[in-house]
């Protein structure tokens, strides 16, 4: 667990298939229980909920007791970090594509 109250790396919570998966399923809908999370894998409730564990560390996911049942719900704000940092690099995409476009416009 992270101690010092400090964040979890967002690249690292979402470097795991699992962990991104589990976003994925977040995004899909409202709030969810961590049994109707853990039916989507083949792997236990506790596997699952150390996946969600990460992601709540990164500030992806906040959860809520509600009576013994604890629901889950996706905080898409820190895949900002991630947006962002894609966002830098597609300039260079952009470029390749371009010289990649005049090429074959030369070839014609």
Do not use: C
């Not at 992601?55 to 049942?69: N, P, S, T, W, Y």
């Amino acid at each position: 667990m992270i101690e010092n109250n400090e964040m979890r790396d967002v690249f690292d919570a979402i470097a795991d298939p699992t962990r991104r998966q589990l976003i994925h399923l977040l995004a899909l809908g409202e709030e969810q229980p961590l049994h109707e999370l853990t039916s989507q894998f083949q792997m236990g409730r506790t596997a699952v909920s150390k996946h969600l564990t990460v992601l709540k560390e990164a500030g992806l996911v906040h959860d809520r007791k509600v009576g013994r049942e604890t629901r889950y719900t996706l905080n898409p704000a820190p895949l900002r970090e991630v947006q962002d940092w894609v966002a830098f690099y597609s300039k260079f995409w952009s470029a390749n594509m371009l010289r990649l476009n005049q090429l074959l416009e030369e070839d014609e």
